[in-house]
């Protein structure tokens, strides 16, 4: 029986020929990470161990969710993780100034490469396997246990085959065929297994639509997301100056066992909205009868925070203004994504049309600071989660979608199809 | 292990943002989480929970995000065990590694608030008090219930790395 691309990297990190679903292993893993919520207990537990971590190149420490600091607890976490930092000489560390969300970060700065087995102590680790490697998010004390030992143990999933055929409608980005398919199948659609995205309509996905779809695998309960590499991989690897003798590129057997397959015809879909308070509430946005009137707008967090989110939004808003007494709140995932922006005079856009830009961080996404709504208000957002109380008060309501469409809904003060303001 | 206690009871998809909410997340000192534990969902709850309950759910419990604080929160809240018909997987992991006894059981449907229930985890067994019904958890897999025998994640370090 063959294997699946994610059966095939845990079996060659944990030395073995081949593992079934269902099997537990312990495996070798190639980088480890961490934030500035879920740090302070991974590297209280490597402390009260009495070591050193396991491999210094392979420590990744990312302080994004409450920086630059919101209060003197978050300063005082972050400060835990600096002193660690200090103290063990640990490289891969990013101080405010240079920081971003670490989902972005890492892809954009080169630390993920294909066949890789990557653990984070953050939930959308699962965002990495657009680049063929296996990641998944896991707690502090599965980190710290990682950081201290360089191995992690795993029960081998299950994997779903999703085969994404067809054109892409205008406008129609990987934040739609995500929050389709989770739409779909559920929030608990793919619990325990892995998300395995393939097809023609996958193959011409740019690497950042990409990242946005293994980025919300979890939302539908997933352990990973994966694509397999191809030309757009090795390119995008390139630009990073990798080359591809640097990585092994794996790809599923044509034998490989699947719990389901699940053919999706892209061309049908239209840009979607996901409705308060789960995720996998989503409609195509023609199916929204009644206005629904926004109080705030967000482009950012580790979904769509890229650049091309940036462009796409800047598409929208370029001389038009946010309506009145609407919030329209825009951050850059990484520093370089935000250099960029300004580079291209996407700023100038944001600014002419109203809206506010903030350095990089995770901010309001969950609810942290930089723009947390009050009770009975109404936003719309491209990050990934719209939990009962996710974006500040619990009398909030979330609703999630592509840039392009929060940008138009800045405009019109409803959500509302890029279309209809650009006509 | 036999775990006699009365039951809060909750439905699917409990998310850990309801669980612990983000904006308590700038500390993570056991006692102060559990202040807010639940906070978004059940305000009585944290004012309420007493030592040895229990809380019962529905589907894809501890969904959301990594965040360890939440099996922590819960754990502080004197709560002895989570019973849910399932788990999301980062918090079925969390909980384990931190020794907060969780089991998968559809044990919910039969139950209401303060109704009192007897656990035996290693029979899996899950008793209710009020009319005698036995429900019948999954097992736990070999190689946790062996993580659980070496007192969690943090003693198989110490005997990985002979520390
Ligand atoms: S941007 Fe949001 S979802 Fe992404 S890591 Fe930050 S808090 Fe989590």
Same mark, same amino acid.
């Given at each position: 029986?063959?294997? /699946? ?25 190639? &980088? /480890? ?46 400060? #835990? ?14 101080? /405010? ?212 989110? &940036? ?39 944001? &600014? ?72 | 292990? #036999? ?156 005997? #990985?790395?002979?520390?």
């Amino acid at each position: 029986m063959g294997m /699946t691309i994610s059966q095939k990297i845990l079996a060659n990190k944990a030395n073995k020929d081949e593992v079934k679903p269902g099997e537990i292993v312990m495996a070798d893993v190639d &980088l /480890t990470f961490a934030n500035d919520i879920t740090a302070p207990i991974a590297i209280d537990f490597v402390k009260r161990l009495g070591v050193d971590v396991f491999d210094k190149g392979k420590v990744a420490l990312i302080p994004d969710h409450f920086t630059p600091n919101k209060d003197i607890n978050s300063a005082n976490q972050c400060k #835990i993780m600096r002193d660690f930092v200090m103290e063990r000489n640990l490289p891969n560390y990013w101080e /405010t100034g240079e920081v971003g969300i670490e989902h972005a970060l890492l892809p954009e700065q080169g630390y993920i490469k294909p066949g890789m087995l990557i653990v984070g102590a953050d939930s959308h680790t699962c965002t990495h396997g657009a680049l063929g490697a296996f990641a998944t998010g896991m707690g502090s004390t599965d980190l710290g246990f990682a950081f201290a030992t360089g191995k992690s143990w795993f029960r081998v999933p299950e994997s779903i085959k999703f085969i994404y055929k067809g054109k892409r409608k205008k406008w129609v980005v990987g934040k739609d065929l995500i929050l389709y398919t989770i739409g779909k199948i559920g929030v608990a659609g793919a619990l325990y297994k892995s998300m395995e995205f393939t097809g023609d309509a996958i193959r011409e996905l740019p690497m950042e639509d990409r990242l946005t779809m293994c980025n919300m695998a979890v939302e539908a309960g997933a352990k990973n997301g994966i694509v397999e590499p191809d030309e757009i991989t090795v390119e995008y690897l390139k630009e990073r100056g990798i080359e591809n003798d640097q990585y092994g590129i794996l790809k599923s057997d044509a034998d490989a066992e699947y719990s389901s397959l699940i053919e999706i015809d892209v061309s049908n879909i239209e840009p979607q909205v996901a409705f308060p308070h789960l995720p996998s509430n989503a409609k195509g946005i023609s199916e929204i009868k009644d206005d629904i009137k926004i109080n705030q707008a967000f482009i950012g967090s580790c979904t769509n925070g890229r650049i091309s989110d &940036l462009r796409e939004a800047a598409k929208v808003l370029k001389g038009k203004k946010v309506a009145k007494y609407v919030r329209l709140i825009i951050i850059p995932a990484t520093v370089q994504v935000y250099r960029q922006a300004l580079k291209e005079g996407l700023f100038d856009v944001f &600014l002419d049309a109203g809206a506010v830009i903030s350095t990089p961080t995770c901010g309001p996404c969950l609810g942290g600071y930089m723009g947390i709504l009050a009770d009975g208000e109404v936003c719309v957002s491209t990050s990934n989660r719209n939990f009962v109380g996710r974006m500040g008060s619990k009398k909030a309501f979330v609703y999630l979608s592509s840039p392009a469409v929060v940008a138009a809904s800045a405009v019109a003060g409803k959500i509302i199809h890029p279309d209809e303001v650009l006509k | 292990m #036999i775990i006699k206690g009365r039951v809060w009871v909750y439905s699917d998809n409990v998310d850990t943002d309801v669980i612990i909410p983000a904006r308590y997340l700038n500390t993570s000192d056991s006692k102060e989480l559990a202040k807010h534990c639940m906070e978004d969902i059940d305000e009585s709850f944290a004012k309420e929970v007493k030592n040895g309950d229990i809380i019962v759910a529905g589907y894809n419990f501890g969904s959301g995000s990594s965040r360890e604080h939440a099996p922590i929160a819960i754990k502080a809240s004197g709560v002895a065990c989570v019973i849910a018909k399932s788990f999301s997987r980062i918090f079925y992991r969390n909980a384990f590694n931190i020794g907060l006894p969780i089991l998968e059981s559809n044990v919910v449907d039969e139950l209401e608030k303060s109704d009192e229930i007897e656990v035996d985890t290693k029979k899996g067994q899950i008793k209710v008090l009020k009319n005698g019904k036995v429900f019948e958890s999954s097992v736990i897999p070999e190689f946790m219930q062996r993580l659980i025998e070496s007192g969690g994640l943090f003693n198989y370090a110490k005997e #990985i790395l002979k520390v």
